[in-house]
């Protein structure tokens, strides 16, 4: 996947994708409409976004994130839609009962938990490109690219889709990096996967047709690879705005980004927890994908027991410091292109073109290159 981010190079102007920040009005009266109109102002090309009365990193950066919100709140949008709780603040779909069932065993909340996380990643994008367009800066509109399938399972909407959650490969090392007390991925260390198997091939986090609603155990191997993968893009943003938010320059811009990334660890740790009640089981019609019994060997005891969901204290800066219960990783370098790479190679944008790919890549590297005072 990485070649895929690193070989679209071609002429495609991205301008043609971001909107002139005159368009304040409507970026922030939008609302629910972003996640289905598409916008007829498009800026007109030109070599660089405009970045208004911001400077040209922050503007940057902001993009950036808009860019990560609007991901996020697509793919949650297809979990509410079949998983969630449907109603005029997540409107769409109907819902599927059987998949609601099963994320229930993980916990009875769950519809009201996915409810609430997309409510928030849609009013995340929504914000952030209000406030890029108040501030006469353009913004991010991805709809010329909602072009993947839905799911054809009972309760999802049939609309074009930014991100495919029907071939995922979930990183689930997370469940051990956060319980681990003397390894940090800023200073290069690795970390073992909770389940293994979730890391390796493709896997569907929803019901790709009502053929995936039996038998029970494969339902339930669908609803315990949503819970990790929950988990997975959550802590990824909470990593990501605290990295970001080293090399933003105005007030403003530092406040958005501290008070937005907290709300990401607020979704992470609640699905941290949820995660650990996945029963264990074999995917009857997958042999290949296990979750096991996280209580037992190699996982389990003092340090992975389930119940166990606070950060573990750790090296933080340097190994001389006292250890300390932080996020991690937050190192601020690349940070952007390290969240692209780390959302490409799950899979959530297989089928997606390579202008896409462009478009993302460069809302990255300007991100990445954006500089203060400090960092
Ligand atoms: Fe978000
Ligand atoms: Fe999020």
């Known amino acids: 996947m990485k070649d895929v981010l690193n070989g679209v190079k071609s002429s495609i102007n991205r301008r043609k994708f971001v909107k002139n920040g005159l368009t304040a009005a409507s970026a922030a009266t939008m609302g629910v409409g972003l996640l289905a109109s598409s916008s007829s102002a498009f800026a007109k090309n030109g070599p660089e976004e405009h970045s208004g009365s911001l400077t040209k990193g922050d503007a940057a950066i902001l993009r950036f994130l808009a860019a990560a919100e609007i991901l996020e709140t697509d793919l949650w949008q297809q979990y509410n839609e079949l998983g969630g709780i449907q109603d005029s603040e997540v409107p769409g779909g109907s819902g599927n009962s059987v998949y609601t069932a099963a994320l229930a065993v993980l916990d009875s909340d769950m519809a009201q938990y996915i409810h609430d996380n997309t409510e928030d990643e849609l009013t995340h994008e929504v914000f952030i490109n ?11 509109n991805l709809d010329q690219f909602r072009t993947l399938p839905s799911s054809k399972a009972s309760g999802a909407q049939q609309i074009g889709r930014l991100t495919n959650l029907m ?18 991925p800023d200073f290069g260390d690795t970390f073992d996967q909770a389940v293994p198997t979730l890391n390796m091939g493709q896997h569907p986090a929803i019901p790709r047709t009502d053929d995936d609603l039996t038998p029970n155990d494969h339902i339930q191997a ?94 933080f800066l340097s190994r001389s410091l006292p250890a300390c219960s932080i996020v991690r990783p937050t190192a601020t370098k690349g940070a952007a292109m390290g969240a692209l790479k780390f959302l490409t190679a799950m899979g959530l944008f297989i089928g997606q073109s390579p202008a896409f790919f462009q478009l993302l890549t460069d809302l990255a590297e300007d991100a990445d290159a954006a500089k203060n005072g400090r960092a």
Do not use: C
Request: hydrophobic share 35%.
């Open 130 to 140: 209000a406030f890029l367009a108040s501030n006469g800066a353009d913004t991010v």
């Open 167 to 184: 071939q995922l490969t979930v990183d689930t090392s997370w469940w051990t990096r956060y319980r681990v007390g003397n390894k940090n």
């Open 222 to 315: 669908i609803a315990n690879t949503a819970g990790f993968h929950f988990g997975t893009i959550e802590q990824g943003g909470t990593s990501l705005y605290p990295s970001l938010a080293q090399r933003v320059n105005h007030p403003d811009v530092l406040r958005i980004v501290l008070s937005i990334g907290p709300t990401e660890a607020m979704h992470f740790q609640t699905w941290s927890d949820k995660a650990g009640n996945a029963p264990a089981l074999t995917d009857p019609k997958d042999s290949t994908l296990v979750f096991p019994d996280l209580n037992s060997p190699p996982l389990g005891g003092e340090e992975f027991q389930t119940n166990l969901i606070m950060p573990e204290p750790t090296i």
